[in-house]
């Protein structure tokens, strides 16, 4: 779920009215609207995910209580669960208890027992009558291992790469570095995983990939998550180094590079402090975007190397029809790439000084 | 160290000149061709005055200022166009273009200084412009952060930037254009530079604005006593500041001499078409700008002989040496020289008969 994105408002070449220091009270103010606007964007999420979810089923003549029942079902148990679902309430009915639910948690009733769903609820999934809340939160510390690492060593990675080929163009290194970053842009998770796992994993029998949570092994965690990181950090490094090239080389052309050498400063600060400073501000915009993003689930990553996070749930979830899931994780998704949007912004005025928070 | 150790530095430095450009060559190797940006330009400048350098865009004023302050070969990286640079150039008693890059940096902000054109391009947008003063003293003097930063106040007030220990903190976004081209004086200025290069400082500025900074410099060289280069196209700016005129044209001088001689009785053709297009308020309005014929030569492939001769509304009188041989300097008068194949006579008379009445 890697959707990219440009950096708000174009990438650092913006010209703003003088006097643009933000004053507390309207950066307080600015936040207040932002988190307000979160919450009604993620409100507006739920509302088209479920009514595609909970509809479709409905239009395509597919009984929701029936996928929750099984197939076998007997007609008394059918009609008991959509009783206690409330699937045949209106839908805008079912929309405010599930938000309801979300919030403050629900009972399910249908008078004969009474099932008590925590907040936040997300429901029960159809497939083994588990909570989905459970599910999401067990699912996601796999999903954030993948993310933390695989962004610390694409950035470290990407960056460098991206810093030497600017200032080595034209070189040996410059045209292999992006040849491979070429090659790591074309190349499909599932390619690359599939190779990594072929060699390390089944050939030379080095890398054991069964994952383990963090907290119970350590070791395991890491040796589980070595090839899923770098499969991944290798197709965002590729980005990230043709991106910081890209910016670096346009950063060296402008004129005030040529006042810092005027001034009489050493290369080393000319490059690794005037260049750099202006080269990360697009990288970083792009970084919390991608971030955000993949927090909703790396889907190939995940599925390539069998890893339990949110991407695999989902996958699982849609070939099993298993709707709150999907419903649940699309919600997660959302959440993070819309918070991500808002950190990014917030971030954007701390790194540019010319960005004024309004 | 022997005492009686033989001079071993074949060329010796100028006596008596602070600067001294020898000759100095800047060609760039493009897919095209070879581009001869500055081709044999020798000129020299004293302590305390100014040197106004004139001339068309690409006629290589900036290539030459750039040469001057070693920005040429500063920062190369890869297989960016290397520029090929000859001749010399001596800053006080030093010769920059055979001296180690290294050396020539420690010198560059120190002993030479340069103010751009464009002041919002040329301040980083992203440190304040307290912070850029501040580094730009503390490469060349071990002092503490809070000396350097009142020396950085101290330069703003000076350049006229009201309460500069408030704006100290602020961005260059945050000046006007004016005060923008002020900060950059003053972050020129904070080593006591004897060479100070201001390339096209007013070009960028509102009108009104442009005659503070040109006053600004002005009063700021009497204060610290520097040489200055003022590189315009505007021969207005020069006749406000400028000791002594180079007009060049193709990478070459034409004329060059005093500001006085240069304005009152030009010898070249070329400082005459300047002139016919310069606006004065002292001239009836009726009379319209004659501008000089054509556009600035492709520095590629120069043309042959007088470089100036296509566009030369005198040529014909000269015959064919003017596309074959290349004028040089000729004294013309007191330390006043110009490179044009017209003899003498013929153009004191063409000046004072044919141009100076319609100026």
């Not at chain 2, 430095?13 to 800047?26: I, K, T, Y």
Request: glycine content about 10%.
């Amino acid at each position: 779920m890697a959707a990219r994105g440009g950096p708000p408002g174009g990438a650092g070449r913006l010209r703003h009215p003088p006097g643009a220091t933000a004053r507390p009270s309207t950066v307080l103010a600015y936040l207040i609207r932002r988190l307000t606007a979160v919450v009604v964007m993620l409100l507006i999420v739920t509302l088209a995910t479920f009514a595609i979810f909970f509809m479709i089923p409905k239009l395509t003549g597919t009984d929701p209580a029936l996928l929750f029942v099984g197939k076998q079902a007997d007609p008394a148990a059918i009609e008991g669960i959509r009783e206690k679902m409330g699937l045949s309430d209106p839908v805008l009915v079912q929309f405010w208890k599930f938000v309801e639910g979300l919030v403050a948690g629900r009972d399910y009733a249908n008078g004969v027992d009474v099932t008590h769903c925590p907040a936040p609820c997300f429901g029960y999934s159809f497939r083994n009558e588990q909570e989905v809340w459970p599910v999401l939160t067990s699912r996601l510390p796999v999903t954030l291992s993948l993310a933390a690492g695989a962004c610390l060593l694409w950035v470290i990675g990407g960056v460098a790469a991206g810093v030497v080929s600017a200032l080595k163009r034209g070189s040996v290194w410059d045209r292999s570095a992006m040849s491979v970053a070429l090659a790591g842009v074309s190349l499909p998770i599932y390619f690359t995983g599939l190779v990594s796992l072929a060699i390390f994993s089944y050939a030379l029998d080095l890398i054991n990939v069964d994952y383990e949570p963090l907290t119970q092994n350590p070791g395991k965690w890491f040796e589980s998550l070595i090839l899923p990181w770098i499969t991944l950090a290798f197709l965002y490094a590729a980005m990230y180094a043709r991106l910081t090239r890209a910016t670096m080389l346009e950063i060296l052309g402008e004129d005030y590079i040529r006042t810092a050498r005027a001034k009489g400063l050493g290369e080393g600060v000319v490059i690794g402090k005037h260049a750099m400073r202006s080269t990360m501000t697009p990288i970083l915009t792009i970084l919390g975007l991608d971030l955000g993003a993949l927090l909703g689930g790396a889907v190939l990553t995940e599925t390539t190397f069998n890893l339990p996070g949110l991407g695999q749930g989902a996958v699982r979830a849609i070939s099993d029809k298993d709707l709150p899931i999907i419903l649940g994780v699309t919600l997660i998704a959302a959440f993070f790439i819309v918070i991500a949007n808002l950190v990014v912004d917030l971030l954007y005025a701390v790194i540019d000084p010319r960005v004024r928070l309004s | 160290m022997t005492i009686n150790q033989p001079e071993l530095v074949a060329p010796r430095a100028p006596a008596g000149q602070f600067l001294a450009v020898r000759d100095l060559r800047v060609h760039f190797p493009t897919d095209d061709g070879l581009v001869k940006s500055v081709d044999g330009l020798s000129f020299t400048l004293d302590k305390g005055r100014t040197l106004g350098i004139v001339g068309e865009s690409g006629s290589g004023k900036s290539v030459t200022s750039l040469a001057v302050m070693g920005l040429h070969t500063a920062g190369l990286h890869g297989n960016q166009v290397r520029a090929r640079l000859s001749g010399e150039i001596w800053l006080d008693g030093k010769e920059l273009l055979g001296s180690d890059p290294d050396e020539v940096r420690r010198l560059r902000g120190r002993e030479m200084a340069m103010i751009f054109q464009d002041p919002l391009s040329a301040l980083h947008p992203y440190f304040t412009i307290g912070h850029q003063i501040v580094e730009a003293y503390r490469v060349h003097n071990e002092v503490t952060r809070q000396a350097a930063r009142k020396r950085a106040v101290e330069l703003l007030d000076r350049v006229g930037i009201p309460q500069p220990d408030k704006r100290a903190k602020d961005y260059p976004h945050q000046f006007s254009g004016g005060m923008r081209q002020r900060v950059m004086i003053a972050m020129a200025l904070v080593n006591n530079p004897e060479l100070l290069i201001a390339d096209e400082p007013t070009t960028a500025l509102d009108v009104t604005v442009q005659a503070q900074i040109l006053d600004l410099i002005r009063d700021l060289q009497k204060e610290f006593g520097s040489a200055v280069i003022i590189i315009t196209h505007d021969l207005g700016v020069v006749a406000e500041l400028a000791d002594d005129i180079l007009v060049m044209y193709a990478g070459r001088c034409v004329e060059k001499g005093p500001a006085e001689q240069v304005f009152t009785t030009p010898r070249h053709p070329y400082t005459w078409g300047l002139l016919g297009s310069m606006p004065r308020l002292d001239r009836e309005r009726s009379d319209r700008l004659i501008p000089v014929k054509g556009s600035p030569p492709s520095l590629i492939n120069v043309p042959s002989g007088c470089a100036f001769h296509p566009r030369c509304p005198y040529g014909e009188r000269v015959g064919a040496v003017t596309r074959t041989e290349v004028p040089v300097l000729r004294e013309v008068g007191p330390r006043h020289e110009a490179a044009c194949h017209m003899a003498a006579e013929e153009r004191s008379r063409v000046w004072t008969e044919e141009i100076a009445p319609k100026l």
